[in-house]
């Protein structure tokens, strides 16, 4: 018999609904390793976000990523508060563990679940889904610029922020864009381009993806600049099945994904480093939403959903697929937060997930 396996998991809550819905995701994973007992798995908390930083003027402590690096995997809940300016608690906390662990694929999909409205019309809104296969370490968030010339006078500040696309970069994610294809029903992978703008970086960005296609003739592929892009989103979302995209050009499109699915709650994504040497970070799509902070009504699935992602990464594909059964049964009956029509709490959608997954595994170990 296959030998239980064991995780050890970084948990970072974060700010505003992060806690709120990491905690939700965690009451899943707990469920299925107690039920099913092919599993365990221990978390260790961190406590980092804007109020650590507003007692210790960091975002997280000096040596965070050697304190997580030895994890199985990091789960993620959202950071930023108004508090603290969004730029430091971003660089400080997201983007500090992803660019520290080098996680460079960033797995955004989109999928529409039924009994949730959805903002497209579209006739058959229920077999669309996609992939949003985001570069996550460099292009247009690479950290690299500074601000100048204070010392003339206000008014002549010079802000330089520069965008920085390794070929190495651009292949690792292009590749894995194609190889994430494969194993789709539709193989066809659609690069996301700004060349005809940004005649450096995004003309490497085409000229790689063009040398990475020939090595997948069984592979469809078209190019759309970003612009154009949006619009097919909302005009021809059944063209989408794989989308590969720069750091920016991803992070929009994939709200504009989610949105049109229903909700940035419902949006799942998996930060990956894929070379062995570090963990990845599993988190939902949306941020950290202060305006509904502290009421029980944030939708819970994004980061349930990312818990799926995170299980078939760890290589429990059977226990991630219950989640997301669970998830779709759970809005095919109506059980839904605010943002996508209903009027269910954070912790009842919850429990419809659970409830839903006990009544499968009762089932499949009755046969
Ligand atoms: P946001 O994603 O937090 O919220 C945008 C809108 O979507 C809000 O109206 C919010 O209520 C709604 N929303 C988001 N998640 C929801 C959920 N699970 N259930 C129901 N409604 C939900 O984006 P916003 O407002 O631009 O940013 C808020 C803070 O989050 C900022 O500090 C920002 O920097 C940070 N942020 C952090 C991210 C991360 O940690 N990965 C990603 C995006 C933003
Ligand atoms: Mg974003």
Not at 234 to 263: K, R, T
Request: charged share 25%; hydrophobic share 40%.
């Amino acid at each position: 018999m296959e030998s239980k396996k064991h995780f050890r998991l970084a948990v970072i809550p974060g700010d505003g609904i992060g806690e709120e819905v990491i905690n939700e995701g965690l009451r899943v994973i707990d469920y299925l390793s107690s039920t099913l007992n092919r599993f365990t798995f221990e978390s260790d908390y961190f406590p980092w976000g804007c109020e650590y930083y507003l007692e210790t003027g960091k975002m997280m402590d000096e040596d965070g990523l050697d304190k997580i690096k030895n994890h199985d995997a990091i789960y993620f809940g959202a950071v930023g508060y108004p508090t603290v300016p969004d730029h430091i608690s971003l660089w400080g906390l997201r983007l500090a563990i992803c660019q520290g662990f080098d996680q460079w694929a960033n797995i955004r999909p989109v999928e529409f679940l039924p009994g949730v409205e959805g903002k497209l019309n579209h006739p058959n809104k229920e077999d669309l889904n996609w992939v949003l296969v985001r570069e996550n370490t460099e292009g247009e968030y690479s950290g690299i610029g500074g601000r100048n010339f204070t010392g003339r006078g206000l008014g002549k500040e010079v802000a330089i922020q520069s965008s920085v696309f390794t070929e190495e970069g651009c292949e690792r994610v292009i590749r894995h864009a194609f190889n994430v294809a494969l194993k789709r029903k539709r193989k066809k992978v659609t690069s996301v381009t700004k060349s005809n703008a940004q005649q450096y970086g995004m003309v490497l960005w085409d000229e790689v993806f063009e040398r990475v296609s020939k090595e997948y003739p069984e592979v469809e592929t078209d190019k759309w600049l970003v612009d154009a892009m949006a619009a097919q989103f909302v005009l021809h979302p059944e063209e989408l099945e794989v989308v590969v995209a720069s750091n920016l050009h991803a992070d929009i499109l994939s709200d504009l994904g989610s949105a049109l699915a229903g909700s940035l709650g419902i949006a799942p994504s998996a930060n990956l480093h894929l070379d062995g040497r570090f963990p990845s970070m599993f988190e939902s799509v949306h941020g950290s939403a202060p305006d509904i902070a502290g009421q029980g009504i944030a939708n819970p699935i994004g980061t349930i959903g990312s818990a799926a992602l995170m299980l078939e990464h760890l290589g429990l594909p059977e226990e991630a697929h219950l989640i997301n059964d669970a998830i779709r049964a759970t809005t095919r009956n109506g059980i839904l937060t605010a943002d996508i029509g209903g009027n269910n709490t954070t912790k009842e959608v919850t429990d419809s997930i659970i409830s839903h997954i006990s009544k499968t595994t009762r089932v499949s170990n009755r046969v």
